[in-house]
């Protein structure tokens, strides 16, 4: 069973910056696309940021747009969120997701098929 590892939250002030990394543990691992979602407190998972690991296309929720960026590193099975200009609205747990399955759109959730354990980013005023 595939596992996917994220790292690099943490405590930052509105306007800096954090890099989240994801992982597969295994690098023969093969998806059709990773993810980025985040889930506040009382609030529903919503979806930051995919990337389809063939062709490299991005997408992005609107209000993450110019200040975040989805990257990855093909020898490292690894997948990066490069978090600009954070704001408290931000804050959250991450999840990085993986999809082995094609499908026209990864913006929700469901038919993902691993998640990491998620980690949390906290921004203050």
């Given amino acids: 069973q595939v596992q996917l590892v994220e790292s690099g939250g943490g405590l930052v002030q509105a306007g800096g910056s954090l890099r989240l990394s994801c ?6 691992f093969r998806c059709y696309a990773m993810a980025w979602f985040r889930q506040a407190p ?7 940021a995919a990337l389809r690991w063939s062709g490299g296309i991005t997408a992005y ?9 989805i990257s990855r590193d093909n020898a490292k099975n690894t997948v990066y969120l490069q978090m600009n200009s954070l704001k408290p609205e931000d804050t959250a747990v991450y999840y ?9 759109n990864y913006n ?3 038919g993902y098929d691993y998640w990491g354990q998620g980690t949390q980013v906290t921004v203050s005023s």
């Fill in 96 to 104: 990085c997701a993986a999809d082995q399955h094609y499908r026209d």
């Fill in 108 to 110: 929700g959730p469901e």
């Fill in 42 to 48: 009382g609030k529903e998972r919503e979806f930051v």
């Fill in 23 to 28: 992982a597969a543990s295994d690098r023969t």
């Fill in 61 to 69: 929720t609107d209000s993450v747009k110019e200040r975040f960026t």
